[in-house]
Nanobody
Framework: QVQLVESGGALVQAGGSLRLSCAVS????????FDWYRQAPGKQRELVAT???????NYRDSVKGRFTISRDNPRNTVDLQMNSLNPEDTAVYYC?????????WGQGTQVTVSS
């Protein structure tokens, strides 16, 4: 059974940093691609960052240069380092992966950036 559990969300001032972590069980992070999505109130869920099983990464334009997705193989986690946060980054952040043609999502972690 694949399970994803996010943590690390918090209230932070603009310009601050947070590190989100997605604890993965049921599969190994090095063998799968993972994404971080976010959803702000009243908006659609949007893709923020992707890491492939080969380590290739991709980011939406608005977070390039500020966010970094990575995986920690010994801990079996996928992390999202977020720097220079601004109020537009406020959202619930979700970890996502696909395994055996099924989509798996975590419960989300709230990030709130105050101006």
């Amino acid at each position: 059974q694949v399970q994803l559990v996010e943590s690390g969300g918090a209230l932070v001032q603009a310009g601050g940093s947070l590190r989100l972590s997605c604890a993965v069980s049921g599969i190994t992070v090095r063998n799968n691609a993972f994404d971080w999505y976010r959803q702000a109130p009243g908006k659609q869920r949007e893709l923020v960052a992707t890491i492939s099983n080969g380590g290739w990464t991709n980011y939406r334009d608005s977070v390039k240069g500020r966010f970094t997705i990575s995986r920690d193989n010994p801990r079996n986690t996928v992390d999202l380092q977020m720097n220079s946060l601004n109020p537009e980054d406020t959202a619930v952040y979700y970890c996502h992966t696909k395994s055996s043609w099924r989509d798996y999502w975590g419960q989300g972690t709230q990030v709130t950036v105050s101006s």
